[in-house]
């Protein structure tokens, strides 16, 4: 959050209490993530106590995904104005408090309030916050703590999955969800495990000398206003207007705005793969069991990327690097299903779960690390709740639009090349504007020492500092 007053800062520790950061983090995306891939179990128990189509039913898990990344800018906000711990606690009870509910539910309707807008909104003030506290507490080793915490999702669902169903079955699905909610309460403790974090701030010199008029004056009035004067209701909202532009500013950077519109690409391609590898499977003439195994290789591997590529790119040879890491496991990913349709037995598509599996752990936890590479430390609280609301749309579109391709085609071939497609121009868009950059660095002599270009000043600080 941009404050005016300096406040004596620490630099991150990389270690310490960041492991238990990173420990709180990972709980944090087991109770969301793996969660909500685990709620697709109850799928048939939902249609059949309730008697409606497939349509209707699949709501659920779509409001749960598309709730949670809608509103993870409101739990950046929350987390900025009142603090990490109190945004995640928050979050936790609401989950919780969701799921608990969905427990007693006598329609359709109920869950779609309880389970997919109420739960999905706990989730919600949760992800952003913890993942943004991870990068508060790291710099050199960024890369491998954010794949040791995004882990959590890959590792809940191979654990979840089973316990879920192993509960369906003695409790009944109504059992499942109270005891579900119970463990999602969890999510109370890891925010008690975020103890706030102070970090030196970099000065960097991006505003006109009348601009930082302008703003010193805003300040002055908003902070330095007369003891024994009350502050007017215009003024108190002048000066809260400012602040939140303030944690907003990066959204003008062009940067930014490219790795935005990529990440609308990322999105719809990504989950595809993840909602129809199981009844494309089927199709082909694979076994129910050896449908769901491939579920599971994607899962475990999908951990494997996590960690290792967090890992290897948090090598002094590659951190230079991570922005070409990351669009190379996208477009790695994208070639994948490109190659689906070609792959019409179970040994052949175990080698797919495989490396798909692995490339979409990789890109997902160097998400975090290549937005802070962008906006900086300062504004990666709020940079990763706008990247995370950009996924919602895309997650709740995509798997129609795949599913109408198929009712239209009567293949699979459509949705898998049109997600692949979209993966591969993520990483064209990216790789395209690094090249446009860096052509007008070099033309405008932007690397001589005299040169004072505020995003220069910027990308060195960083480099300076991790």
């Known amino acids: ?55 209707g039913t699949a709501w659920i898990h779509s409001l749960v995904d598309c709730v949670t990344m809608l509103c993870a800018p409101l739990g950046s906000f929350i987390g900025n104005r009142l603090s990490c711990r109190i945004a995640i606690i928050l979050g936790g009870f609401l989950a919780s408090t969701g799921l608990v509910l969905s427990s007693f539910a006598t329609s359709l309707e109920y869950l779609y309030l309880t389970l997919g807008i109420l739960t999905g909104m706990g989730f919600a003030l949760c992800y952003t916050p913890a993942i943004a506290m991870v990068g508060k507490y790291f710099c050199e080793r960024k890369a491998l703590a954010y794949g040791i915490a995004m882990s959590g999702s890959g590792i809940g669902t191979f654990v979840l999955a ?11 699905w109504r059992g499942a969800l109270l005891i579900l909610g119970g463990f999602v309460s969890n999510l109370c403790v890891c925010g008690a495990l975020m103890r706030p974090i102070t970090l030196k701030e970099e000065e ?80 082909v003439g694979v076994s129910h069991q050896q449908a769901a195994f491939l579920m599971s290789i994607l899962g475990v591997i999908d951990i494997v990327g996590n960690i290792t590529f967090g890992w290897l790119t948090d090598r002094r040879c590659l951190k230079k690097y991570r922005n070409i890491c990351y669009m190379i496991a996208v477009a790695m990913e994208g070639l994948c299903c490109l190659f689906i349709p ?86 064209m868009l990216l790789c395209g504007a690094a ?24 990308w060195k600080n960083s480099q300076a500092n991790c």
């Not at 930082?212 to 003891?227: A, D, G, V």
Request: proline share 7%; net charge neutral.
């Open 342 to 427: 070609l792959l019409q037995s179970f040994p052949l598509l175990v080698p797919f779960s495989v490396l798909f599996g692995y490339f979409d752990g990789a890109y997902v936890a160097l998400i975090p690390v290549v937005t802070s590479d962008v906006v900086g430390t300062t504004y990666l609280s709020s940079a990763l709740g706008v990247v995370y609301f950009l996924h919602a749309i895309p997650y709740l579109v995509s798997p129609p639009i795949a599913g109408w391709l198929v009712d239209r085609t009567g293949t699979y071939t459509a949705a898998f090349l049109l997600s692949g497609f979209s993966l591969i121009s993520c990483s």
């Open 204 to 283: 960097i010199s991006d505003t006109s000398p009348a601009e930082t008029e302008h703003e010193y004056t805003i300040k002055q009035n908003c902070l330095n206003s007369p003891p024994v004067q009350l502050i007017s209701k215009d003024r108190e909202q002048s000066c809260f207007c400012f602040q939140s532009i303030q944690e907003y500013r990066f959204l003008l950077m062009p940067d930014f705005v490219v790795l935005a519109v990529s990440f609308l690409f990322l999105a719809y391609g990504c989950s595809v793969p993840f909602v129809y590898l199981v009844p494309y499977s089927l199709n």
């Open 435 to 458: 090249v446009i950059e860096k052509c007008r660095r070099t033309r405008s002599g932007t690397y001589t020492t005299t040169n004072t270009d505020p995003k220069l000043q910027n």
């Open 162 to 172: 089973p316990a879920v169903q192993l509960l369906i079955e003695h409790y009944s």
């Open 1 to 55: 959050m941009a404050q005016t007053k300096k406040v004596p800062g620490i630099a991150p520790p990389d270690g310490g209490w960041g492991w238990m950061i990173v420990a709180g983090c990972f709980i944090v995306t087991v109770c969301t993530r793996a969660v909500t891939r685990c709620i697709s179990i109850f799928f048939v128990e939902f249609q059949m106590q309730f008697a409606r189509d497939y349509s």
